[in-house]
């Protein structure tokens, strides 16, 4: 049984859909997390959704994902710009890295311009909105040789 990709979510993106349309756009994670399994399937690749508003959860599932996990497709969200704690955890990674965001922080505060996982990330995908996550299954897809 070929091992799963990790789609990891950090704090807050359990409001997606809900509030601030007008920067993160429509789709609930729900309709993400249904966006990527439909996806995942095309490409021949498993899955394992999560999101959570806690730090240490984020780097247990990476954790879990050393041994179980083919590569790690993660929104941060804050902790992109705070957390040593997750990039020391995905320094312990093997496989492929890909960091998503929905808006481009670029374009927005400064405090958002850095991302410590990017020093860890095999590639970026900002300001797609959610395409950004069906994006990076395909890179996913064609870093572990499955297109
Ligand atoms: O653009 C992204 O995907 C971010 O990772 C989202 C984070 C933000 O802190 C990063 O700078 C960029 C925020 C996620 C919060 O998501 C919400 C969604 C709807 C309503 C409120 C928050």
Not at 78 to 91: F, G, K, Q, V
Request: glycine letters at 10%; charged letters at 15%; aromatic letters at 8%.
């Amino acid at each position: 049984m070929p091992k799963p990709i990790y789609i990891l979510n950090g704090p807050n993106l359990n409001l997606l859909g809900l509030r601030q349309p007008e920067v993160y756009g429509k789709a609930t994670l729900e309709d993400v997390a249904e966006g990527c399994a439909s996806l995942a399937a095309e490409l021949g690749l498993t899955m394992r959704f999560h999101q959570s508003n806690h730090e240490g959860q984020i780097i247990d599932w990476i954790h879990q994902a050393r041994s179980e996990g083919a590569g790690i497709i993660l929104n941060p969200a804050a902790y992109s710009h705070t957390s040593i704690a997750i990039l020391d955890a995905l320094n312990a990674f093997d496989g492929p890295v890909l960091e998503v965001h929905i808006s481009n922080i670029h374009r927005r505060e400064a405090f958002r311009y850095h991302s410590y996982v990017s020093q860890r990330a095999d590639g970026v995908i900002a300001g797609f909105g959610t395409d950004g996550y069906l994006l990076a299954l395909r890179r996913m897809a064609t870093l572990l040789g499955h297109s």
